[in-house]
């Protein structure tokens, strides 16, 4: 069992910055991936970025290539986030991923951007 939290979403102008971290505890031994998705209201959950358990994959969502940077550091996972645009309001989930059929959520953090 794996369990996620996620800190740092809230309410910025759009052109700010914003960082998310997520702390995974539990047994976290043979996460492969950790990443960050998002949803909006009636979206569907969406990939924002993810990150291999040793550092040499990145995965990032075209909208927001070159604003946004994935980070990890052991069990936590880091999302700078910056250049925000009003589309980017959404709550944004951590997930920790072992395989296609195991992995975990966060509760989510609100990101609001406003314009």
């Known amino acids: 069992q794996v369990h996620l939290v996620e800190f740092g979403g809230g309410l910025v102008q759009a052109g700010g910055s914003l960082r998310l971290s997520c702390a995974a505890s539990?047994?976290?031994?043979?996460?492969?991936?950790m990443g960050w998705y998002r949803q909006a209201p009636g979206n569907q959950r969406e990939l924002v970025a993810t990150?291999?358990?040793?550092?040499?994959t990145t995965t990032y969502a075209n909208s927001v290539k070159g604003r946004f940077t994935i980070s990890r550091d052991k069990n936590m996972v880091y999302l700078q986030m910056n250049s925000l645009k009003p589309e980017d309001t959404a709550v944004y989930y951590c997930?920790?991923?072992?395989?296609?059929?195991?992995?975990?959520w966060g509760q989510g953090t609100q990101v609001t951007v406003s314009s």
């Open positions: 997930n920790a991923r072992f395989n296609t059929a195991n992995y975990y």
């Open positions: 539990g047994t976290t031994a043979g996460i492969n991936l």
């Open positions: 990150m291999s358990t040793n550092g040499r």
